[in-house]
């Protein structure tokens, strides 16, 4: 399996050689040359499997130049139930991301599937501890290091944390947005004092961490003398791991191959249903793919209009669902590329177009960039919005009438679920976070604290170890080439 670059004009490499960067010497992207196809008799086949089994048989289609052997080692060192606690039932998951019907009304079933088992309590878990994993495994086959240089709103930050903590040869330097996350999630982050772990709050919002660390990837020089790899899902290896729950999730609410499902996903940055995109394209029967985002809609937006408009940094909200407080979806690219019968030359003035003017156009009206937006509907895309306001009634209700909590993120996309409902299709959403990561929202809408896990009972009052810094790529620069001493 080779990977190439949604914008054409890297060399293609393979998955370990893509493993430890992030973006393309180009600018783009890396997808496989061609998606692996799922056939019935696999289905079939992977219906009786356990989490690191699936993932196994998922992974071994992409990383074809990692040995068997040592895949199906990795992956049964990451997918136990020590490290995935089934922390909301108290007990440990006989499947790692457990369904759960929450309810059933005129022929369709909205389904909840729990992916925040994990360490730090939210999705993002699910694929890091995988990428802890390979980073480590490949170092030291390459006697080699890495400075993981990343941007998180929320809960990437802290998973990719606790996944590199103590690794050998691995340093962390986390971007986040200054006092713009939840009191939880910031603690999960600062609080950790491990000598390879950096956090820098940013004077900005997400999307200025996020361009810092894109304006890094692309200055090759440092990058390759900086030793700098990331984590954010513009890592390929992070968004493959998430197709894995896809699979599961469809294999656990369906009998027989002929049914379908579909998806709602809580989507800023477009990574998580970005995997989902990825294993609909291998053959997995999903009928919708939905997303549903907050305040900040420049998906939603473009999923309804087939325009595509960056906010600015100043037009972000700052909103109860923090971790999707973004207006620039990094992996938006991939489907873009796929949506435009993968023309990388298309892709590339698109995309140059957004940084020069903002955004694009494919609706196909006068003066548009093209008319792609008519075949949204052969991929499965839909999308809703989600407000301030939605969430919380949403939180109420679960709460009131199942006897369920669940966090903002994940309210979001139950409130976008429920309007895209189909007769005879199980509607399966995926969690975001446990509800403790969020409680001012949560007591808001409850009147009460949100359950917490042993050991997060007083995260909050840890010691905090971090640095403030402005929205300064060569400020940033300079600190990393500090603390690496390279």
């Known amino acids: 399996?080779?990977?190439?670059?949604?914008?054409?004009?890297?060399?293609?490499?393979?998955?370990?050689?893509?493993?430890?960067?992030?973006?393309?010497?180009?600018?783009?992207?890396?997808?496989?040359?061609?998606?692996?196809?799922?056939?019935?008799?696999?289905?079939?086949?992977?219906?009786?499997?356990?989490?690191?089994?699936?993932?196994?048989?998922?992974?071994?289609?992409?990383?074809?130049?990692?040995?068997?052997?040592d895949l199906k080692a990795l992956v049964h060192k990451t997918y136990t139930a020590d490290v995935y606690r089934n922390v909301r039932h108290g007990e440990e998951a006989v499947r790692i991301t457990p369904l759960r019907t929450v309810e059933e009304k005129n022929g369709s079933k909205l389904v909840l599937q729990a992916l925040s088992n994990g360490p730090t309590l939210a999705f993002k878990d699910m694929a890091m501890q995988l990428l802890g994993n390979l980073f480590e495994y490949t170092l030291a086959k390459q006697?080699?290091?890495?400075?993981?240089?990343?941007?998180?709103?929320?809960?990437?930050?802290?998973?990719?944390?606790?996944?590199?903590?103590?690794?050998?040869?691995?340093?962390?330097?986390?971007?986040?947005?200054?006092?713009?996350?939840?009191?939880?999630?910031?603690?999960?982050?600062?609080?950790?004092?491990?000598?390879?772990?950096?956090?820098?709050?940013?004077?900005?919002?997400?999307?200025d961490c996020q361009d810092m660390v894109k304006a890094v990837s692309n200055d090759h020089s440092f990058k390759q003398q900086q030793k700098i790899g990331t984590v954010n899902s513009i890592n390929w290896a992070r968004v493959v791991a998430q197709v894995i729950y896809y699979f599961r999730g469809y294999l656990s609410a369906t009998t027989s191959n002929e049914q379908k499902?579909?998806?709602?996903?809580?989507?800023?940055?477009?990574?998580?249903?970005?995997?989902?995109?990825?294993?609909?394209?291998?053959?997995?029967?999903?009928?919708?793919?939905?997303?549903?985002?907050?305040?900040?809609?420049?998906?939603?937006e473009f999923f309804r209009t087939g325009v595509y408009r960056v906010r600015k940094s100043a037009e972000t909200y700052h909103t109860t669902s923090p971790s999707m407080d973004i207006s620039k979806a990094s992996n938006f690219e991939r489907f873009v590329y796929d949506l435009l019968n993968r023309d990388g030359d298309r892709v590339r003035a698109l995309f140059q177009k957004v940084e020069t003017d903002g955004g694009f156009d494919l609706s196909g009206k006068p003066g548009s960039d093209g008319d792609e937006f008519k075949n949204i509907a052969?991929?499965?895309?839909?999308?809703?919005?989600?407000?301030?306001?939605?969430?919380?009634?949403?939180?109420?209700?679960?709460?009131?009438?199942?006897?369920?909590?669940?966090?903002?993120?994940?309210?979001?996309?139950?409130?976008?679920?429920?309007?895209?409902?189909?007769?005879?299709?199980?509607?399966?959403?995926?969690?975001?976070?446990?509800?403790?990561?969020?409680?001012?929202?949560?007591?808001?809408?409850?009147?009460?604290?949100?359950?917490?896990?042993?050991?997060?009972?007083?995260?909050?009052?840890?010691?905090?170890r971090f640095e403030v810094m402005p929205a300064d790529v060569n400020k940033m620069k300079s600190f990393i080439a500090k603390h690496t001493g390279l």
Request: charged share 20%; proline share 5%; glycine share 8%.
């Open 143 to 207: 006697h080699a290091e890495l400075n993981i240089f990343g941007a998180t709103s929320g809960d990437t930050g802290s998973a990719a944390e606790y996944a590199m903590r103590g690794k050998k040869g691995i340093r962390v330097f986390m971007l986040s947005p200054h006092k713009k996350m939840s009191a939880f999630q910031t603690a999960q982050m600062f609080s950790l004092q491990d000598p390879n772990i950096f956090n820098i709050a940013v004077e900005g919002v997400f999307d």
């Open 378 to 464: 052969k991929f499965g895309f839909a999308s809703g919005k989600s407000t301030h306001s939605d969430r919380v009634a949403t939180i109420r209700d679960l709460q009131n009438k199942y006897d369920l909590m669940i966090d903002t993120h994940t309210a979001d996309g139950v409130k976008v679920a429920r309007e895209h409902l189909t007769p005879g299709v199980t509607m399966i959403v995926l969690e975001t976070a446990l509800p403790a990561k969020f409680n001012e929202t949560i007591r808001e809408a409850l009147g009460r604290d949100a359950d917490r896990p042993a050991g997060f009972e007083n995260i909050e009052d840890l010691p905090q």
């Open 261 to 300: 499902v579909s998806f709602t996903v809580p989507s800023g940055n477009f990574g998580n249903i970005c995997a989902g995109h990825i294993a609909r394209m291998m053959g997995l029967p999903i009928d919708k793919l939905v997303a549903a985002t907050n305040e900040n809609d420049v998906l939603d």
């Open 1 to 69: 399996m080779q990977y190439i670059s949604t914008r054409g004009l890297a060399p293609a490499q393979s998955f370990s050689e893509i493993l430890l960067g992030g973006l393309a010497p180009d600018g783009g992207l890396y997808l496989p040359e061609t998606y692996p196809q799922v056939s019935d008799a696999e289905l079939d086949a992977w219906r009786t499997l356990s989490y690191a089994d699936l993932a196994y048989e998922v992974l071994r289609k992409f990383a074809t130049d990692i040995p068997d052997a």
